[in-house]
C-alpha cells in the first residue's frame, strides 16, 4: 500500500502541481525572501507571542519535554490587526499551485525557542511532515538566526521522488535519527521569510544560544486538517 500511495502522490505532482510561482521548489527545495516582514512587524509580533506565553491562558499552548520549544497554535486568534501583514491569501494561493491541490483549512503556529540542555531542536528532529504527499510550509523569522540560533536546516532533493533513494530513505518514514548528506541550514534576518517543500527531510537545528522567534503558516486540503492537527496535539478530544 505505501508503495501505491508514493506512485500516487508522484503521479499527482507531476501531473497537475509544480506551478506557479514557487516552481523552483521541485529543484531547490526551499526558497528564501529577504525582508518580508518590517522590523517594526517583527517587533510586534515577538512581543505578543512573550505575553501569550506569560499570561498562559491560550488553550492551545504546547511546550516540549526539556523547555526549549514554546508554541502557540492558531496564533491568529492572537494577531487579528497583524495578519494582513503575512499576506496570507497570496501564500495560500501560490501553495496550492505548487501542490495542485486547494486549500481548505490552515492556521498559524508562533514558537519561541531557547537553549535547553538535550533539545533537539524545533520540530523535535529530522523528518517529514508528510510520506508522499508534498506540502508547503511558510516560516518567518522574527528575529536573526544564525548557526547558534536553531536555523531551519533540511535535506535537498529530499522532496523528490519517493523512489529516488528508498534503501538509505524507506518509503513511508517519517522520522529519520541521522542521515548520511549534507543538510542545508537557512540563517536568516529577522523578517526573512523561508518557504519549503516540506516532503523533505527537515527540522531545526539544536538551539546553543540567544532566542529564536518565528511564525509559521500550515495549510491542509482538509477542511478538518487544523482540527485533526489539535486533536494529535491533545487539546481536542
Not at 62 to 70: I, Q
Not at 145 to 172: A, C, E, K, M
Request: with cysteine; glycine share 8%.
Amino acid at each position: 500500500m505505501k508503495y501505491l500511495k508514493a506512485i500516487i502522490s508522484d503521479l499527482w505532482m507531476y501531473l497537475f502541481g509544480g506551478k506557479g510561482e514557487l516552481s523552483s521548489l521541485k529543484r531547490s527545495t526551499a526558497i528564501v525572501r529577504e525582508a518580508h516582514l518590517s522590523s517594526q512587524v517583527c517587533q510586534m509580533l515577538r512581543e505578543r507571542i512573550d505575553r501569550v506565553i506569560l499570561e498562559e491562558k491560550h488553550e492551545y499552548i504546547w511546550k516540549d519535554s526539556c523547555g526549549s520549544d514554546t508554541r502557540i497554535l492558531c496564533f491568529e486568534k492572537f494577531i487579528p490587526d497583524l495578519v494582513a501583514n503575512l499576506n496570507i491569501e497570496k501564500l495560500i494561493s501560490s501553495a496550492d499551485q505548487y501542490t495542485g491541490r486547494k486549500t481548505k483549512s490552515w492556521f498559524l503556529m508562533a514558537n519561541r525557542l531557547v537553549p535547553k540542555e538535550g533539545n533537539k531542536g524545533s520540530g523535535g528532529g529530522l523528518h517529514r511532515d508528510s510520506a508522499y504527499s508534498h506540502q508547503v510550509k511558510f516560516i518567518w523569522y522574527l528575529s536573526n538566526v544564525d548557526l547558534d540560533q536553531g536555523p531551519f536546516q533540511y535535506l535537498p532533493g529530499s522532496n523528490g521522488s519517493s523512489f529516488l533513494n528508498p534503501r538509505q530513505y524507506p518509503i513511508g518514514q517519517t522520522r529519520y535519527k541521522n542521515v548520511n548528506a549534507p543538510l542545508t541550514r537557512v540563517l536568516g534576518k529577522e523578517g526573512d521569510l523561508l518557504i519549503c517543500d516540506t516532503r523533505c527531510i527537515h527540522g531545526g537545528k539544536p538551539i546553543s544560544s540567544g532566542v529564536r522567534y518565528a511564525v509559521t503558516l500550515y495549510t491542509f486540503p482538509d477542511p478538518l486538517g487544523t482540527r485533526k492537527i489539535l486533536t494529535r496535539s491533545g487539546f481536542l478530544l
